[in-house]
């Protein structure tokens, strides 16, 4: 199965801030990822798939990049309801794997 | 509204089963892809099962296959997942989630756009 490393595991920054979040892939998937948003005791929100296509309704802001294993998430002004966990997820192939997240904490 | 609603959850001894439930309401059901994944308890999310929107093709995790079955029923908009063989290790929160399937240059995407609230799954003796 393909291996995803996400970096890093968590990350505090404040309001305002530009954050950066890495995912790395154990082999080239093209760009086939997705990035997910989970807060506390919710069900995950789609963000970005195919590496960089933003789905409706997440604000610009975020911005999806990358292709063959190496990709980021980037969040270019932080909002108060951006603090949660972030996870990548690849759809090369069978089994789909999560990254392990990235818990974004206000700093 | 376009909604998912899992039920089904609950206690199960090691080595029980248990099938757990996903209803759909307000989009057409049989043209999608849906998925279930689970969350163990302080844990991350892992991709479990899926299943087209005809039900002629499934797809598992290697530590659910041969134990765990992905099925629906169209009629009723559900999807289902039974569980044998259940250890600790399954103990999860079970979410589904439709598949939006983007399409672009012959390539199919993943999209999982629309989620349940899930559904509590405790194997303990």
């Known amino acids: 199965a393909i291996q995803m490393t996400q970096s890093p595991s968590s990350l505090s920054a404040s309001v305002g801030d530009r954050v950066t979040i890495t995912c790395r892939a154990s082999?080239?998937?093209?760009?086939?990822l997705a990035w997910y948003q989970q807060e506390p005791g919710k069900a995950p929100r789609l963000l970005i798939y195919?590496?960089?296509r933003l789905h409706t309704g997440v604000p610009s802001r975020f911005r999806g990049s990358g292709s063959g294993t190496d990709f980021t998430l980037t969040i270019s002004s932080l909002q108060p309801e951006d603090f949660a966990t972030y996870y990548c997820l690849h759809d090369s192939n069978y089994p789909r794997t999560f990254g392990q997240g990235t818990r974004l904490d206000i700093k | 509204e376009e909604q998912l609603v899992e039920s089904g959850g609950g206690l199960v001894q090691p080595g029980g089963s248990l099938t757990v439930s996903c209803t759909a309401s307000?989009?057409?059901?049989?043209?999608?892809?849906m998925v279930w994944v689970r969350q163990a308890p302080g844990k991350g999310l892992e991709w479990v099962a899926n299943i087209k929107g005809d039900g002629s093709k499934k797809n598992y995790l290697d530590s659910v296959e041969g134990r765990f079955t992905i099925f629906r029923d169209n009629a009723k908009k559900s999807m289902y997942l039974q569980m044998n063989s259940l250890r600790a290790e399954d103990t999860a929160v079970y979410f589904c989630?439709?598949?939006?399937?983007?399409?672009?240059?012959?390539?199919?995407?993943?999209?999982?756009?629309?989620w349940g609230p899930g559904t509590t799954v405790t194997v303990s003796s």
């Open positions: 989630a439709r598949d939006l399937t983007y399409v672009s240059d012959t390539y199919y995407y993943d999209a999982f756009d629309i």
């Open positions: 307000g989009f057409t059901f049989n043209s999608y892809w």
């Open positions: 082999q080239a998937i093209r760009n086939e």
């Open positions: 195919a590496a960089s």
